[in-house]
């Protein structure tokens, strides 16, 4: 997705809310707005919105010295998260069709974010999304829920490359992953995490500390930007992108990276979670997506 | 009030939506962006909002060659308070303290902005203004309204300065200069307007249409930013000021402009419209607010 002037607000609202996550004052918070000011200058529209992303934070961490200011934030999720992970279960359990549910909620994950303070907001949150009102428009056709096509493609799939998005929205991935391995366990499913530290984006330490090694392979995308931006991923990450017989990408941020070129056949499960995001999609802020662009 | 580097994505939204208005399209609106992400970075926080405002708007102006990007939004909010004159009227004459249900009229016509489309939206907002709910409120003390000090500083001004905000607006200030007119037809009311276009504040034309030059002795602050900012205001205006016995001050901007200052004895009626500002003075968005400084 290309960037709208409409993102620019919200790089600054983004830059001053790191700032102050990372500890800093007003006088470095100045500053740091400043410096974006002057990066925002040469910036084009043409690159997708995680590209800024990736230097807004990278100006936090370099002017406030925090090499990674939303860590005990991603711990808090982590933790948040697992300790509702039976529940999760439970609820995919008792589902008339269990994949479906599993995806519902690993795009309900996607909420768990570190606004979120307490696990009963968390409850009333996935109730929202898996309501009464949601299983009626799922008998009707579903606009972005591509949901028989990626269930076709889970059946068919060899190896699947699923890249992961928040801490926290993790332990819902593992959820999902674990019902795409009932289908059949010699699937080979890959994990791919962020290589440093980004926002609140999923590290390996976070996939280890919420068992995803257990069920997957675990790798590193090989860049920094709160979306998998191609041109700064490693090499052997664009290998198994490209090999990869289906590809799970999650999250707002790695559909803006991955969404306007060509991809590899990509199932986008992601809530809408901005107003410039849900108008490029035409849908309304907070519906949950499963795009397929292949 | 300084600014907050809360208001920076607000800086950055309303040149993007002022350049809209201005009907510039995409390259016109980044080549507007970007000379403001320059300026930001030699703006003082200690300086007031409306001071980058007016660079805002004049950026607007220069690049999109508009004048008066707002003329027909201007036109338009006049005729839609004309329209609800004669029932503002009945409003007050029905009420048991005539000059607080005009005041509190007054600040809720500070809700006539451009986003409001038909007169349904304004009966609406009105209602919920002067609801019962508000009524109950009025009999307890009420936080951030210091009418009983407004109502005796009216009865014993002789000259009163009283500051305009928006078009639309104006209407229901011509309503609360009419109340105060009926306690001595013998007060002197001047109501100052600005020099020239900024945003939809009022320039001389809005007094005019709406009837205020028939009630007041209609004066321009000599100003161009969207708030009273002493320093760029006229000599003859800064006399006036000084002289008054009592001044109103309409809307935010104009709030935002001489609080910090030691004003001469002012009463600032608005309501506030954003987080940053409601912060500021201690309460929620949209309240509506009568503060005393003086």
Same mark, same amino acid.
């Given at each position: 997705?290309?960037?709208?002037?409409?993102?620019?607000?919200?790089?600054?609202?983004?830059?001053?809310?790191?700032?102050?996550?990372?500890?800093?004052?007003?006088?470095?918070?100045?500053?740091?707005?400043?410096?974006?000011?002057?990066?925002?200058?040469?910036?084009?529209?043409?690159?997708?919105?995680?590209?800024?992303?990736?230097?807004?934070?990278? #100006?936090?961490?370099?002017?406030?010295?925090?090499?990674?200011?939303?860590?005990?934030?991603?711990?808090?999720?982590?933790? #948040?998260?697992?300790?509702?992970?039976?529940? #999760?279960?439970?609820?995919?359990? %008792?589902?008339?069709?269990?994949?479906?549910?599993?995806?519902?909620?690993?795009?309900?994950?996607?909420?768990?974010?570190?606004?979120?303070?307490?696990?009963?907001?968390?409850?009333?949150?996935?109730?929202?999304?898996?309501?009464?009102?949601?299983?009626?428009? %799922?008998?009707?056709?579903?606009?972005?829920?591509?949901?028989?096509?990626?269930? %076709?493609?889970?059946?068919?799939?060899?190896?699947? #490359?699923?890249?992961?998005?928040?801490?926290?929205?993790?332990?819902?991935?593992?959820?999902?992953?674990?019902?795409?391995?009932?289908?059949?366990?010699?699937?080979?499913?890959?994990?791919?995490?962020?290589?440093?530290?980004?926002?609140?984006?999923?590290?390996?330490?976070?996939?280890?500390?919420?068992?995803?090694?257990?069920?997957?392979?675990?790798?590193?995308?090989?860049?920094?930007?709160?979306?998998?931006?191609?041109?700064?991923?490693?090499?052997?990450?664009?290998?198994?992108?490209?090999?990869?017989?289906?590809?799970?990408?999650?999250?707002?941020?790695?559909?803006?990276?991955?969404?306007?070129?060509?991809?590899?056949?990509?199932?986008?499960?992601?809530?809408?979670?901005?107003?410039?995001?849900? %108008?490029?999609?035409?849908?309304?802020?907070?519906?949950?997506?499963?795009?397929?662009?292949?």
């Amino acid at each position: 997705m290309k960037t709208y002037l409409d993102c620019v607000p919200c790089f600054f609202r983004q830059a001053i809310e790191a700032a102050r996550i990372a500890g800093a004052g007003r006088e470095t918070q100045k500053k740091i707005v400043d410096e974006l000011a002057k990066e925002l200058r040469g910036f084009s529209l043409a690159s997708c919105p995680p590209l800024m992303g990736r230097a807004i934070y990278s #100006l936090v961490r370099r002017i406030t010295g925090k090499a990674d200011p939303y860590v005990d934030i991603k711990k808090q999720s982590n933790k #948040l998260a697992l300790g509702i992970y039976d529940k #999760l279960k439970k609820k995919v359990a %008792r589902a008339n069709d269990r994949l479906l549910m599993a995806v519902e909620l690993a795009i309900a994950g996607n909420i768990i974010d570190y606004g979120i303070d307490n696990s009963l907001n968390i409850d009333k949150e996935i109730k929202k999304i898996i309501s009464e009102e949601n299983k009626a428009i %799922r008998k009707e056709s579903r606009a972005n829920f591509d949901y028989p096509q990626f269930k %076709r493609a889970v059946e068919k799939a060899k190896n699947i #490359l699923y890249i992961g998005d928040n801490a926290g929205e993790i332990v819902f991935d593992r959820v999902l992953i674990e019902e795409i391995k009932k289908l059949d366990k010699d699937k080979k499913i890959i994990y791919a995490v962020k290589q440093s530290p980004i926002i609140n984006d999923v590290l390996m330490q976070d996939a280890r500390d919420c068992g995803i090694d257990k069920i997957a392979e675990v790798i590193s995308s090989g860049a920094d930007a709160p979306g998998t931006i191609p041109e700064l991923c490693s090499k052997e990450f664009l290998k198994i992108y490209k090999q990869a017989d289906m590809v799970i990408s999650k999250g707002q941020g790695n559909f803006e990276a991955l969404s306007s070129r060509p991809p590899e056949p990509t199932f986008f499960l992601f809530m809408a979670k901005c107003p410039v995001v849900a %108008r490029d999609i035409g849908c309304n802020q907070r519906d949950i997506i499963l795009f397929y662009r292949g």
